[in-house]
């Protein structure tokens, strides 16, 4: 049957300049590969510039996110962004893609809004799978240790990369992510990679043919699945940020 990868590009940057990665990613026979581009958003530690960017981001550590403690991790505009993803699934639906073949993938701030979104839609029905790339879960998710609310198995598998020397979205976040995942009985796996930065390691396709392998034969398996792993050195990036 068809597959899709709906691809969410990191922020200040556009679709255009994931397009070819993407395909490599999801180089498989009858794959569709859908890369939409951010709106512009005014950004208020930017003084209101406008950048392309799924949400307002927030983070720790940083100065204009100490200035406002109370909106660190609101995460604004991510609402919007959320039904424009789960527009893009509906059209794929509507290709003929079944949904259990469409994953959502993203790079960085992408990657948040991929898993902060897949989860989500997941309660309706599972998705194929969500992959996030030196990303991060967001706080505002029912999933995150940070949450009031908690959220449960979604059926939907998820794919973490990060590298271990990534200066812009620490390991540490990746690993959190993992934890707060699992505890939540997701069934998650981490991968890390020795001496890569906010990029790609061109071992990501490879690793991620192999888990959508393994994904697509263990429906609603769980518990088995929920690793981590870790690749030495060396590698190279195929795209950095």
Same mark, same amino acid.
């Given at each position: ?14 679709? =255009? +300049?994931? $397009? ?6 999801w180089n498989r026979p009858r /794959? ?5 581009? #951010?709106?512009? =958003? ?21 100065? &204009?996110? $100490? ?5 660190? &991790?609101?995460?604004? +505009? ?5 039904? @424009?993803? $789960?527009?893009?699934?509906?059209? $794929? ?18 990657g948040a809004l991929a898993l902060? #979104? /897949?989860?989500? *839609?997941? !309660?309706?029905?599972?998705? /194929? +799978?969500?992959? *996030?790339?030196? /990303? ?5 998710? *029912?999933?995150?240790? !940070?949450?009031?609310? =908690? ?8 794919? @973490? *990369?990060?590298? @271990? ?8 976040? #990746? ?38 392998? =393994?994904?697509?034969? #263990? ?23």
């Amino acid at each position: 049957p068809p597959s899709s990868l709906v691809f969410l590009h990191g922020f200040g940057d556009t679709g =255009r +300049g994931w $397009e070819e990665l993407a395909r490599v990613l999801w180089n498989r026979p009858r /794959g569709r590969v859908v890369v939409p581009t #951010a709106p512009l =958003r005014p950004i208020s530690w930017l003084h209101g510039d406008r950048v392309r960017s799924w949400f307002e981001p927030r983070g720790v550590g940083r100065q &204009w996110a $100490e200035e406002s403690t109370a909106e660190r &991790w609101t995460c604004s +505009g991510a609402d919007e962004s959320f039904q @424009l993803v $789960e527009g893009l699934v509906r059209e $794929e639906e509507e290709e003929g893609v079944p949904r259990d073949r469409i994953f959502l993938c993203g790079f960085s701030q992408g990657g948040a809004l991929a898993l902060l #979104a /897949g989860l989500e *839609m997941s !309660h309706d029905a599972p998705l /194929g +799978g969500i992959v *996030m790339l030196s /990303g991060y879960l967001p706080r505002v998710s *029912m999933h995150s240790r !940070h949450s009031s609310k =908690r959220g449960g198995d979604v059926g939907t598998p998820v794919l @973490l *990369m990060h590298g @271990l020397d990534d200066p812009i979205t620490p390991p540490d976040w #990746a690993r959190e992510a993992h934890t707060d995942l699992t505890n939540s009985g997701v069934r998650a796996e981490l991968h890390l990679f020795e001496g890569l930065r906010h990029e790609v390691s061109d071992q990501g396709p490879q690793v991620l043919r192999e888990w959508v392998d =393994r994904s697509s034969h #263990a429906p609603g398996a769980t518990g088995e699945s929920e690793q981590v792993v870790s690749h030495p050195f060396p590698h190279n990036r195929i795209v950095s940020q």
